[in-house]
Structure formats: C-alpha cells, structure tokens
C-alpha cells in the first residue's frame, strides 16, 4: 500500500521544521523513554532539541531495564518525556539518575485526554496506559510537548507550537482515514482478541469489542486461566481472526487458534515502532497498518477506501494532462 499523503507529511515535519530553527541558543537534551513518544517528540522538537529515546524499536517498554547507555544518556538530559499510568515501571531509576536536573513529564497524565479502565488481569480497572492508540490522545500528548518544550526553551517556542499545529492536523486527518478504512466492517465482526489488551482506546475511538489473554504485559503472560478465558470467549463469539503484537511472541494466540481452528493475524504495533525500513515505522505508517491489518483480517479485503480515492484522484489527474496535450497538438 502506498503512503498516504498524511503519513508523507510526517515523515517530511521535522526536516522542514529545520528552515526556521533558532541556533542562538544550544539546543537542549531531550529523552523519551520509548520509539512512539519519541516520534511525537521529533515532531514537534525538530532540529530545536538533541534527542534521545531510550528504548530501541522493538524493545518490550513495560519491563525494559535500563542499560549502560541509558545512564549516560540520562546524565545531561534537561527534560524527560515518558508516558506514565505505570507503563514504564522503570522510572524509579530515571528519576534516582536525574534527580533535580531535569523534569520528568507523563504525557498520558498530563494530557488529562479521558482514560478508559484496564479490561481485564491483575491490574484490571486502573487506567489503561496505552492513550496513544487513538489519534486524537495523541495530538493532546503533542499539545503537552509543546508547551513542555517552549518552557523549556523559550528562544524556539514559536517553532514548537508551528511544528505541533501542524502536527494536530496530520493527526486529525489520520482519524478520519483510519474511520474510513474500518467502515466496511459489520458490527458482529468487530471484535479484536489480543495478546495484551492494549486496544481499549482504539476500539472505543473505532466502534470495537476488544480484550486480550492478559490485560499489560506487565503481568503473569499466558497462565492457564488466561488461556480458558479466551478460549471459551473465542468459542462464543468465533471471530474472524486473532491477533498478535510486534513486542510479544506469538505463541500465545497461535495455541489458541489451534485449539479454536480461527486464523491469527499480525503483527500489530503498540508498544513500539518497527525498524525505520519496517512497515510503523513512525506513529502515523503505525496506525495505518494496524487499521489496514485489521480490516485485512477481518473481511479478507486487501482493497481499502483511502486507496481508491488516492487512485481515483490519480487517474483524474492522467485524464487533466492527456486532455492538456490533446489541447495544445490542436493548437
């Protein structure tokens, strides 16, 4: 599928936000603590800021431990970005390495954007971390960067806040095209079974039932309870397919698909980025491919809407030049 024209505008944000770059102050030291807040942040820091995520794509966020390389990078930071609702339950450490030097900004928490309750497991009615996964708590995670960032560095505040607003409006656009791709979907086959139950703010943004084996992966993975929960939901509800994640093995699903006779689909990305040549790998090519996986999975329909319109267009524009030329042999 090609990229849209959303997902070329984010790739192209921070390398034109370069143009009006203030080099009268260094640009200060900025860490997140994983590969998609790390992507909002470049979004709006540009070439304003230095910086640093911690986790590599593709790395498990909920129990990473921080390396050697983490610490040093840590050492000079002027401003943590993570995510918060103890999503990163290693931030005990960034906090005893920074201490003062540097404040350390939840941006799910300080979005204040609506939480939704952990469907299920040990933590099971807490805040669900994982705001990100509806598009629309993403622009008020880039709103908080902002703000966080002009603070930060006064001198390219006005960079920041052009650089958001744009932003904010790839973002919308990005809702509205994942609506679109899902529309097709009838209500009865909208129903995702994952390995984490991290799609609570997807499928309350996009119209689905969702739960998974665990509720984070945080917890005990694949217990035998686990596995007779969604075996016997499985054999209610008989979706079309189960899905994996990107972070977590596959295993999982997999026996409870050979025991069901559904079909399993992945990888879905929540946790982290692909690798850059991958297939999310920012946050925008990473919700178009969930989207188009899901909906691939779930009507067995590789053609989506936005793809049609886009070759319509493009063959409207064939149809103009042709029609130009035609114009200008009779001239």
Known sequence: MRPSRHALLWLALPLAAMAGTSQAVASPKVVATFSILGDLVAQVGGDDIRLVTLTPPGAEVHE???????????EDAKLVFYNGYQLEQWMRQVHATVGNQAPLVPLAEASEYPT?????????????????????????????????LAELHPDAADNFHARAETARDILAALHKEITKILADIPEEQRLLITSEAAFVY??????????????????????????????????????????????????????IASDTGLAVSGPLYVDSLSEPDGEAANYVSLMKHNASLIRTALLGDEE??????EDH?????????????KSDSEA
Not at 119 to 126: A, I, M
Not at 135 to 148: C, D, F, H, K, L
Not at 304 to 309: N, P, T
Request: aromatic share 10%; net charge negative.
């Open 64 to 74: 990473w431990e921080l390396t050697p390389n983490n610490f040093i990078a840590l």
């Open 202 to 255: 997807f499928a309350d943004a996009y119209g689905f039932r969702h739960d998974g084996i665990w509720g984070t992966n945080a917890e005990t993975e694949g217990s035998p309870q686990q596995m007779m929960r969604i075996i016997d939901l499985v054999n209610e509800a008989q979706p079309a397919s189960l899905f994996w994640e990107s972070t977590i093995s596959d295993r999982y699903v997999s026996s």
């Open 116 to 148: 939704l309750p952990i469907v299920t497991g040990d933590y099971s009615g807490e805040p669900d971390p994982h705001l990100w996964m509806d598009p629309r708590a993403a622009a008020a995670y880039v709103q908080v960067i902002a703000e966080t």
């Open 304 to 309: 989506i809407a936005d793809d049609k319109e």
């Open 313 to 325: 267009e493009s063959r409207d524009e064939e149809d103009e030049e042709k029609d130009d030329e």
